[in-house]
């Protein structure tokens, strides 16, 4: 929790901050948040947020794919609540922000309203274009990004989203 807090704190410095709702397998309906990435917008620095349950009745998550630390989804929430608490806030962006903004509201926190939606931003400038993540860091950044089904794999050999290594995500 302390490893959060510090990450948090480093984060309330920055001048903005991109946020991500890394979703599992699935379509656009059904797939689920397996975690958050939080980072400043300079791109140096961040922090994963592992949110995907190994069971229903499980209430703790994984931080940083110990095992044996873990924390629970209110303490996740809780210590980057300040992040975007109250009007001065650190202003906010991403990848499909409405889906961000409904699991931190799940959770008790409201989100401000992002300053930009790369989604909606892709779909304005060419409604018939790919409006995936991973298409859009390829062709205007030209970086890649793996998608869910690179990271966990599909059909029969795929692995439940939280054993698949943080570090890999």
């Not at 901050?17 to 300079?42: K, M």
Request: hydrophobic share 45%; glycine share 12%.
């Amino acid at each position: 929790l302390e490893r959060l807090r510090t990450a948090a704190s480093e984060l309330a410095k920055a001048d903005g901050l991109v946020v991500w709702g890394v979703e599992g397998a699935g379509s656009a309906i059904d797939a689920q948040v397996v975690g958050v990435a939080i980072g400043p917008e300079t791109g140096e620095g961040g922090i994963y947020l592992p949110i995907a349950k190994a069971s229903s009745d499980q209430s703790d998550l994984p931080l940083g794919g110990e095992r044996d630390a873990t924390l629970s989804i209110e303490e996740v929430f809780e210590s980057v609540r300040h992040l975007f608490a109250s009007a001065s806030g650190v202003p906010w962006f991403g990848w499909s922000t409405k889906r961000v903004q409904s699991l931190f509201s799940e959770h008790g926190l409201e989100l401000p309203l992002p300053c930009f939606d790369v989604q909606i931003g892709a779909f304005l400038l060419d409604p018939s274009g790919s409006h995936e993540l991973a298409a859009l860091a390829m062709q205007f950044l030209g970086q890649s990004i793996r998608s869910w089904e690179d990271l966990a794999g599909r059909g029969a050999k795929v692995v439940p989203a939280h054993e698949v290594p943080v570090d890999d995500v």
